[in-house]
């Protein structure tokens, strides 16, 4: 079954249980991931055709519910009782953009959290079309890799041009600019990930392994589990943080066992369910510095 | 490649080879299980996009063959050449709503058996109307959750309220219900599932594991699999009961060698292809009572 | 992540650096895994919903970039700067027809090899159309089983009918009519495989296991590691080759690990990142004659 029923879901949790001081820091994310697994949220995902089951999984392992609802007339529908929502452009057929803008918006009428994954923009026009318009609807988190962060906020109107030969300064810039302009965190994935505010430190997680980029979904799937992290605190750059950490360390722990990129899979999703608030205090890496 | 030309099938095997004398035991699940590694039927599956692999991956490793022909055009052409028929409503496009309406109204036609599917259904409003369509249908078997079942038989029209506090109690009405009405053999899931027949005892079936709950498709792939079963016998309890016993045997069988969700899913894949008639004779439990 | 953003890729490889004297020999598909490597070559994937995931999942394994890009808009539009493009007709919905007819014109007007896969084609009416529009495009390589291009090569128009009672023969017949009315090389998967250009000898190649008929997309892939190949030598016969070998010698390695087909797959996604060039000039098997 690829939904739970939402008529038997518990009731949302409480939000803003976590922070505590507003600091992001590896007690704070372990503190969340103990609240995930108590509440067991409801992710509403609208993604890629080619990651879905592999997304649905990683909520499994973790301990959270995925729920695929991605047609025009349930979409909408669904996002106000979900957690959280996930839209992802990977494959935007037309039935999925209809569902991607209903969800969007139910989510930010209802009060859903939401996490926009602009997958490959910039180059290919209807995707990048579909981004600009719900960017606009602000997202509560933005993830994406340094290229798609910069197209993005290229292509939201009012940017300036990339024009940075460092590829990471540039995608800083180009995450503060759409932070500021939408109301978002935006997460940025890659050797060493970067959590951007619209205000305040860039948070850096120097965790995880290149096994990651070697397994479609690796980035998709992330977006989902912050998500399900977002539904637990309105603190969403650490929502943002706690989610990629969780996810990073547990793929560290599975790239020892594995073989290669095929037993890596499974070995990841083993070690999403068996990561535990321990586990993220102890290996979790926030290095300082912006 | 996902289909196995029709012409190159060979013919349907005969139905009503194996049930003896309507009692449905172990003996008559293994026998079962014997006729589908010889005649190893083809599955057409109108499913959806999350579990599509997975559930071609399950039919594969138990000997059958998938064939995931879900377009319109396509989807009525083939279901009176298929040996059994699923209409899953996980992911219900236009496009596949109108590939489930063809397949099960040709289905009925030919005679050939067909399981229905209707995931969440109740609180989606999509779903739910097309599922209340095809279930006036008259499928051969309907696999569900208990929600899904209660949900189906209040949507189907002229039910009952759902009115009681004791969850199981209330699926086994509802699924006795929809037994009835539609002509149907009704399979609620659950950590004891139960094979509900329009009259006469409830079969339950004491197997599995719950590692099955945080796969994605664990109970879709199911509804797969009690078609390829509903093609070797005219006995649709028995072959629902067959098909859960084997499966959620298999399953158990996984468990044991699994660290986790991740390494779950490719044991029981393995276990699915390596299960004996001799291994279900032993293993399966299928407890007394009503 | 499903896309690799395409004005982050490198410029194609130049094609023609690999095949020496016009010989298919294990040394030339060694060298073309070489360049294979150093290139990592953008695929363009338009296949079908079942397989979508394990595709990508052995792109990435060998060392190539899939793209699954696949709806209409942006299909054409990205078939230019892949390296290569497989056109697959697993689940052909009116969006994925009108994205593969945009794919193939586009790679064919830009020069991009594009390799066709008809799948189960013959008896379904719809897919059986797409195949006759697409294949008059003229594919760099046609890909399927003895059926597929015996259906392919009759629907094509002006074929003789299928009178053999021998299918590998009449295969081998309906290849060569297909190539030469194409301009393609078709290779024919089956216990051997075979690779059939317009004129000039048949190569086989006898690497494998049976596993790669118990998992979905066991065929299916290996026409997104033609595209791969294809993308780096003009030789499609060479590539054809080069892309079989490679793939059903890792399947072989993969076979030797696995308890069945479920702990295959992983296996196999393994024994493709592991593949060295030295591996197949040891264990390649071309045996001679036709």
């Known amino acids: 079954m690829t939904e739970t029923p939402a008529q038997t879901r518990p009731p949302a949790p409480e939000r ?17 991931l103990a609240d995930l697994r108590n509440a067991s949220p409801l992710v509403q995902c609208v993604t ?9 999984n990683v909520l499994l392992a973790l301990g959270a519910a995925p729920a695929m609802v991605d047609i025009p007339g349930e979409a909408g529908q669904f996002a106000p009782v979900a957690s959280g929502v996930l839209v992802n452009l990977g494959t935007p057929t037309d039935s999925q953009r209809a569902a991607m803008r209903e969800a969007a918006e139910a ?21 990048t079309d579909a981004a600009r318009q719900l960017v606009a609807l602000g997202p509560t988190i933005i993830r994406g890799n340094a290229s798609e962060i910069i197209a993005l906020a290229g292509a939201g109107g009012g940017g300036r041009g ?32 970067a959590v951007v505010p619209a205000r305040g430190a860039v948070i850096r997680v120097d965790n995880g392994t290149p096994l990651l980029t070697r397994v479609t ?60 608030p321990a586990d993220v205090v102890q290996g979790l890496n926030l290095p300082d510095g912006d």
Chains 1, 2, 3 share one sequence.
Not at 16 to 32: K, M, N, W
């Open 217 to 276: 979904g690796g980035g998709c799937a992330l977006g989902a589990v912050m998500a399900a992290f977002a539904s637990l605190t309105p603190d969403a750059l650490l929502a943002a943080t706690a989610a990629t950490g969780v996810y990073t360390l547990a793929a560290e722990k599975a790239a020892a066992l594995a073989a290669g990129p095929g037993t890596f899979a499974p070995a990841f999703l083993d070690a999403l369910a068996a990561i535990t």
């Open 48 to 56: 890629n055709a080619v990651v879905t089951n592999f997304t649905a």
């Open 162 to 193: 990339v024009d940075s030969t460092d590829e990471t300064a540039a995608a800083l810039d180009a995450a503060r600019a759409l932070a500021q302009r939408h109301g978002s965190v935006v997460a940025i994935s890659g050797p060493v990930d």
């Open 107 to 127: 989510a930010g009428s209802a009060g859903t959290p939401w996490v926009l994954d602009p997958v490959a923009v910039g180059f290919l026009s209807v995707r």
């Open 16 to 32: 803003g249980a976590s922070p505590q001081d507003g600091r992001v820091t590896a007690e704070a994310c372990a503190a969340l």
